[in-house]
């Protein structure tokens, strides 16, 4: 009760200081052949507004994809419109999960894969922050580079082999030794079983900040490692996290895919602050340690023109 308590105080923190991202001028939406999606949630609006201002501010074009429960009010569908003139909104209910399961962010995957088939499509949660240099990412996009960002963090800011994009059969084995119970590791231990495992790629990126390439790779892929996780899981492959392992399983299997380079783009982590870091994803667990991510927020609200509140 006490953990609930000072979460939810944390929260309330973290809006009344990063409120002024309301105030910050329209931010048009600007065509162009790829789209910018997010899972839009009715209790996280102020969040993304920050978020894709942050990031949008940086990339300067591209079409804005709210995917949103039809139940959204439409004070949000206004606030929304109004701070991004061009939005699109598509709802969670709408996306066609075919063979596939509901909840647990598939209706996302499943939306990007078919949105992918003919535009390059960036994947941005609303607890992410933009604040520096992305030229990668405009390369990404213009040259059809899939994309993630590493799932883990370190202390020296050095990437691990387990960060890299490398066959399944390998992973298995060194999954194996984990003591962890998380889904995606339980699935990885199974690698090895999957029909093509010597050719085909995985990689442990993290679905907060992803890039699909057009045509890349298709649904039917897909649909099959969704397949292959229910038979070998069972109920345990409704769990949250088995999205964010087929989103890492598509990413790794598109042609020239990468793996952002870290710290640059990062999991925020209050033990693993670098110097350099462009773009931070401030997971659940993490979000609201030490004000960083107000503080970091504060400053972006600035730059857009918003009132700066004391830190």
């Known amino acids: ?42 209790d996280y609006i102020q969040m993304y507004i920050l978020a894709m201002k942050s990031f949008y501010s940086r990339l300067g074009a591209g079409k804005i994809v709210a995917i949103a429960d039809r139940d959204m009010p439409s004070r949000d569908r ?27 962010m598939w209706e996302r995957l499943l939306f990007l894969l ?28 213009q040259n059809n580079v899939a994309f993630t960002l590493s799932g883990s963090t370190s202390r020296d800011g050095r990437s691990r082999p387990t960060d890299e994009i490398r066959p399944m059969a390998q992973i298995a084995p060194e999954s194996r030794e984990s003591k962890s119970d998380y889904i995606g590791i339980v699935t990885e231990r199974l690698f090895d079983q999957y029909h093509g495992a010597e050719t085909l790629k995985y990689v442990r990126g993290s679905a907060a900040f992803a890039g699909l390439a057009k045509k890349g790779i298709g649904r039917r892929e897909i ?41 640059k783009y990062a999991n925020f982590d209050p033990d693993a602050l670098h110097a350099g870091t462009t773009l931070l994803h401030f997971l659940g667990s993490r979000r609201y340690v030490g004000d960083h991510f107000a503080t970091l927020g504060a400053n972006v609200i600035a730059e857009l023109g918003g009132a700066k509140r004391s830190v």
Not at 14 to 25: A, C, N, Q, S, V
Not at 116 to 131: G, P
Not at 228 to 255: D, Y
């Open 114 to 141: 078919d949105r992918s088939d003919k535009e390059y499509v960036i994947q941005l949660d609303a607890d992410t922050l933009t604040f520096g240099d992305i030229s990668e990412i405009k390369s990404f996009i």
């Open 78 to 104: 206004e606030l929304l419109t109004h701070h991004f003139p061009g939005i699109e909104f598509a709802f969670i209910e709408d996306v066609d999960t075919g063979p596939c399961q509901r909840g647990g």
């Open 223 to 263: 649909e099959q490692f969704h397949a292959f996780g229910k038979e070998h899981l069972g109920k345990r492959w409704m769990e949250w996290g088995s999205e964010q392992t087929a989103c890492n399983f598509a990413v790794a299997n598109s042609p020239g895919a990468v793996v952002l380079p870290y710290p």
């Open 1 to 42: 009760m006490f953990h609930n308590w000072k979460v939810k105080r944390s929260m309330a923190r973290f809006y009344r200081l990063t409120k002024g991202i309301l105030d910050t001028p329209p931010m048009p939406v600007v065509d162009a052949p790829w789209s910018i999606a997010s899972i839009v949630s009715n």
